[in-house]
């Protein structure tokens, strides 16, 4: 899936051009910004939103084609904590806290290793892509427990 904000190129024509060569390829293709002459003129793979989208008008235009988006985007903190296991939970708070790896397993009395596995689930869980965004969601979240 690739996403195009037609603010960033010279002109639809060449956003037509873009479009063409990825849907030769079977990519589905989000066009954001588009004008209203040119909505839905472009095909079936590809999703064309107006400059006047909101936030939720998006997710669920994109709701169709990634049905998994929705539930995520609704997800609460409380829904999150719930999937994580106790020992997860106890690794990110220490994270959140700014603590490195091997003072976490000392702190815990866990090996290194189970550490760095116990927060490659947590970020799996919580969707987070970086050991930063995970210690900002536990900075915020887990502190109170």
Request: with cysteine.
């Amino acid at each position: 899936m690739v996403i195009i904000d037609l603010l960033s190129l010279r002109g639809f024509s060449e956003a037509e051009g873009i479009v063409d060569r990825l849907l030769t390829q079977e990519v589905q293709v989000i066009l954001l910004n588009v004008p209203k002459g040119m909505m839905g003129r472009m095909g079936r793979n590809v999703l064309t939103l107006g400059p006047e989208c909101s936030i939720q008008e998006i997710v669920n235009a994109l709701g169709k084609w990634i049905p998994e988006l929705e539930e995520r985007v609704k997800t609460t903190p409380e829904d999150l904590k719930k999937r994580l296991a106790r020992s997860e939970r106890r690794v990110l708070k220490c994270l959140g806290r700014g603590m490195q790896n091997e003072a976490i397993a000392k702190q815990l009395c866990v090996s290194f290793h189970t550490v760095k596995t116990h927060l490659y689930h947590a970020y799996y869980k919580l969707n987070c892509r970086n050991r930063a965004e995970a210690a900002l969601w536990a900075e915020r979240y887990l502190q109170d427990d």
